[in-house]
């Protein structure tokens, strides 16, 4: 397993940006698959983007066009760029690392992070 701690998160304007920030510890973070999920105020978590050890990249069609998932292997970091934001896009938005399944899943994923707030007002 690796630890993971994001950062980034804040309080933004409709139609601004945030760039959230996971940082992994851990010598195998390459091996990885990366993903960010999200759970907004009463509602479950869902899915958001996720990025493979080959850098094949996914993403929920919600925000597909606006949030762009990389990652810097040699600084162990994933990086979630979120541009034209929405009220809707407010959650604690959640790290994650997995190293088998549908990237797309939860249970693929068996360390994560603990978690930063974006709120974005109208």
């Known amino acids: 397993q690796v630890q993971l701690v994001e950062s980034g998160g804040g309080l933004v304007q409709a139609g601004g940006s945030l760039r959230l920030s996971c940082a992994a510890s851990?010598?195998?973070?390459?091996?990885?698959?990366m993903g960010w999920f999200r759970q907004a105020p009463g509602k479950g978590r869902e899915f958001v983007a996720g990025?493979?050890?080959?850098?094949?990249?996914y993403y929920a069609d919600s925000v597909k066009g606006r949030f762009t998932i990389s990652r810097d292997n040699a600084k162990n970091t994933v990086y979630l760029q979120m541009n034209s934001l929405k009220p809707e896009d407010t959650a604690v938005y959640y790290c994650?690392?997995?190293?088998?399944?549908?990237?797309?899943?939860?249970?693929?994923?068996?360390?994560w992070g603990q978690g930063t707030r974006v709120t974005v007002s109208s």
């Open positions: 994650a690392a997995g190293r088998w399944g549908n990237i797309r899943l939860g249970e693929t994923y068996n360390s």
């Open positions: 851990g010598r195998t973070f390459s091996d990885y698959s």
């Open positions: 990025i493979s050890w080959s850098d094949s990249t």
